[in-house]
T-cell receptor
Framework: DAKTTQPPSMDCAEGRAANLPCNHS???????VYWYRQIHSQGPQYIIH???NNETNEMASLIITEDRKSSTLILPHATLRDTAVYYC????????????FGQGTILTVHP | GAVVSQHPSWVICKSGTSVKIECRSL??????MFWYRQFPKQSLMLMAT?????????EQGVEKDKFLINHASLTLSTLTVTSAHPEDSSFYIC?????????????FGPGTRLTVL
């Protein structure tokens, strides 16, 4: 599986955009980039995923660089409820597509 | 989005007893489910991959005789922690892969907190 690198922690002011970076320089051509988040003592929540093109849904936007070696998750208007650990994961193309979690980024949204 | 449930949400048991945790996909059929374990302040660690109608695939270091997995239907997988000991106390989380979703996205259950006394 391609490994990912994320900053251990980030802060963001409420109402501002939160931009969470992820490096995945060894990603293969058929591997997707997934983002999940985990609020304390809950199961991870799916946010968004992408392959090559930028993606947007009701929760966030995903910007993938043209060489696919890095991506950025954007929460356009962060709220206090967005405080969580955010995981960037590259999905394996083998072994039934299992997800391997790294340490993620602890995003703290403050008033 | 797809819904995955787990039962129970928390359980406390005595050392030496067995505990069963259920994982259900409520609005889709999941041929593949996954079981994870998470210790405090650590990330999720995959324990095993559960495939409907066949034996589970365990990750290196996970004892298959201690963590019994059954995936008897397309919407239900169970994890049984046999002869539980205090070191098995952890947060157990399942996920289900929705084959109909784009890129077969995985959806996670809310987790089960196991405390072994």
């Amino acid at each position: 599986d391609a490994k990912t690198t994320q900053p251990p922690s980030m802060d963001c002011a409420e109402g501002r955009a939160a931009n969470l970076p992820c490096n995945h320089s060894t990603i293969s051509g058929n591997e997707y980039v997934y983002w999940y988040r985990q609020i304390h003592s809950q199961g991870p929540q799916y946010i968004i995923h992408g392959l090559k093109n930028n993606e947007t849904n009701e929760m966030a936007s995903l910007i993938i660089t043209e060489d696919r070696k890095s991506s950025t998750l954007i929460l356009p208007h962060a709220t206090l409820r967005d405080t969580a650990v955010y995981y960037c994961i590259v999905r394996s193309s083998t072994s039934y597509g299992k997800l391997t979690f790294g340490q993620g980024t602890i995003l703290t949204v403050h008033p | 989005g797809a819904v995955v449930s787990q039962h129970p949400s928390w359980v406390i048991c005595k050392s030496g007893t067995s505990v069963k945790i259920e994982c259900r996909s409520l609005d889709f059929q999941a041929t593949t489910m996954f079981w994870y374990r998470q210790f405090p302040k650590q990330s999720l660690m995959l324990m095993a991959t559960s495939n409907e109608g066949s034996k589970a695939t365990y990750e290196q270091g996970v004892e298959k005789d201690k963590f019994l997995i059954n995936h008897a239907s397309l919407t239900l997988s169970t994890l049984t922690v046999t002869s539980a000991h205090p070191e098995d106390s952890s947060f157990y989380i399942c996920s289900a892969r929705n084959p109909e979703a784009l890129a077969a996205t995985q959806y996670f259950g809310p987790g089960t907190r196991l405390t072994v006394l």
